[in-house]
């Protein structure tokens, strides 16, 4: 059975940028407030012809280039978001189109902040017998959220990321997955109206019930309570030492959340990469978006163990192991990648 890895990757933020100061107002807080609770300085907003599809085919093409490859080499593309450009068709056929991809097969996963790593799990099944596969993370939350509302407005971006699958030398790759959902907690996180439960109306629009929604408190207990315990079982199953991992990439949530989490972890040898504070919470995108921001900075050599964390809406729990096997590429002007140490010495 071959081996399959990361090739690649690439990532898009969209321009306009949006600090502390333009939102907090609306919130009912300042700018200093913000950064003090969630460690985020300012975001990205996409912009009005933007939909989630073209954030997505700008991040898959940069991904492709990375990899050496085209499109016509693409034979699945895996698209995760929760915001995807309708109900249907899929997001990811909106980018099989936008970049050209002919022959590839295309799917849209919804696991909401988690959708990244049940992607790529996905993925490298699609691919164990050969080929190559699209993993990409985008989200678009500025145009589900309200204003009004500190508790989700001050928190999200938007943005794409993206990596190239495909076969690598033996030993390498990716090491495992472990998926775990939590249902009984679903209603910590959700848009309420717009699906087949509570279809969009006037009625729920004035109501703000297509709004994006969190119970801040409980996703937090959610988090500690229950990552920890994922990262645990998924290192156990790998046959993996703490003490094995490089690099710690979990889902960009909340900065002051992800240190707390980084400092409760035993994982003593690994960097955590954060993005937060110029991104904010990208959803399905944070975990992509922050990993090429590592490896575009050169933070991650050929061998290193790599360990991805989603968890988000659902309630959902993605964590992945990687032995790193795309090659360092050329720091970029102005790359930068923001890394913590772990280690409890």
């Not at 407030?33 to 997505?56: D, F, M, V, Y």
């Not at 991040?59 to 450009?85: K, M, Q, Y």
């Not at 729920?204 to 315990?229: I, K, N």
Request: with cysteine.
């Amino acid at each position: 059975m071959t081996d399959i890895g990361i090739l690649s990757t690439g990532s898009y933020l969209p321009d306009r940028v949006v600090p502390n100061a333009e939102i907090a107002p609306a919130a009912g807080v300042d700018a200093a407030w913000i950064e003090r609770k969630t460690g985020i300085r300012e975001r990205r907003h996409a912009a009005p012809g933007q939909a989630t599809s073209n954030l997505a085919a700008i991040a898959a093409d940069r991904a492709l280039l990375a990899a050496g490859l085209s499109s016509e080499d693409v034979d699945h593309i895996v698209v995760a978001t929760s915001t995807p450009d309708h109900p249907q068709p899929a997001t990811a056929s909106l980018v099989q189109h936008l970049i050209g991809a002919r022959s590839a097969s295309a799917v849209d996963v919804n696991a909401v902040c988690s959708g990244f790593v049940y992607a790529l799990a996905m993925a490298q099944g699609l691919v164990r017998d050969g080929g190559h596969a699209l993993v990409i993370g985008a989200d678009i939350y500025s145009r589900i959220l309200d204003a009004r509302d500190r508790k989700t407005a001050i928190l999200f971006g938007d943005g794409a990321g993206a990596v190239v699958l495909g076969p690598v030398p033996a030993g390498g790759g990716v090491i495992g997955t472990r998926l775990r959902g939590h249902g009984d907690a679903h209603r910590l996180i959700g848009v309420r109206a717009g699906g087949s439960r509570v279809p969009a109306s006037v009625r729920s629009v004035a109501g703000g019930e297509h709004f994006f929604r969190m119970d801040g408190r409980g996703v937090r207990e959610f988090v500690t309570g229950h990552v920890p315990d994922a990262i645990a079982g998924a290192l156990r199953e790998s046959g993996l030492p703490a003490t094995a991992v490089d690099h710690f990439v979990p889902h960009q949530a909340n900065g002051v959340m992800l240190r707390e989490l980084g400092e409760a972890l035993d994982l003593p040898n690994a960097a955590l990469h954060l993005t937060v504070d110029r991104f904010a919470n990208t959803g399905a995108a944070s975990v992509p978006i922050t990993l090429d921001a590592a490896h575009r900075a050169g933070a991650l050599n050929v061998g290193d163990v790599v360990l991805l964390a989603g968890f988000g809406g659902g309630m959902n729990l993605g964590v992945g192991l990687c032995r790193w096997t795309a090659v360092p590429p050329r720091p970029e002007a102005g790359a930068e990648d923001h890394a913590v140490s772990l280690s409890h010495h």
